[in-house]
């Protein structure tokens, strides 16, 4: 990279940490593992920041981005999860001891629970705000898999939450 474009992609950084780090966490659900993606993400960005149109479409390769650096350290042997329910079991959070749960607690657990494609939609269309054809060129699949993978993600989350009786039905 060039000296001059350091301060562009560091003020782009600074920008966009926060932004990024919500998105892998909703993916991910896990703090420190999104903490992890945002950095591959900003670390993959600088490497082909010359390269890049930096006036149309860096918000949604960033996303891209930070989508595929989720799934890539899902794929890391060290990464992956043990399973705590049993199989066709979903995972319940556990209450607080108080007695109040958190809905966005309850809304990030059913997240995790969904599909990694369904959820990928639902967060890139409903977080992140992003278009569906912009959806479907951060996922590299059509903008009609995106509508149904987001129909499905959204319908599954629904019956998660009415299954945690935390929302009405």
Partial sequence: MRRRD?????????ASIGRLRRTAYLMCGDWHRAEDAAQDALVRIYRRWPEL???????????????????DQAKRPWRREKATAEPGEPRRPQPDPVGTIDTRQLVVAA?????????????LRHYADLSIEESAQV???????????TARGLAQLRELLVSLERIPS
Wanted: with cysteine; charged share 15%; net charge negative.
């Fill in 53 to 71: 149109n930096r006036e149309h479409g860096l918000n949604t390769y960033a996303h891209k981005v930070v989508v595929s650096a989720v799934l």
């Fill in 139 to 149: 996922l590299g699949i059509s903008p009609g898999t995106v509508k149904s993978q």
């Fill in 6 to 14: 350091e301060p562009e992609f560091t003020e782009f950084a600074e």
């Fill in 111 to 123: 997240l995790a629970q969904i599909p990694a494609g369904q959820r990928a939609c639902v967060v």
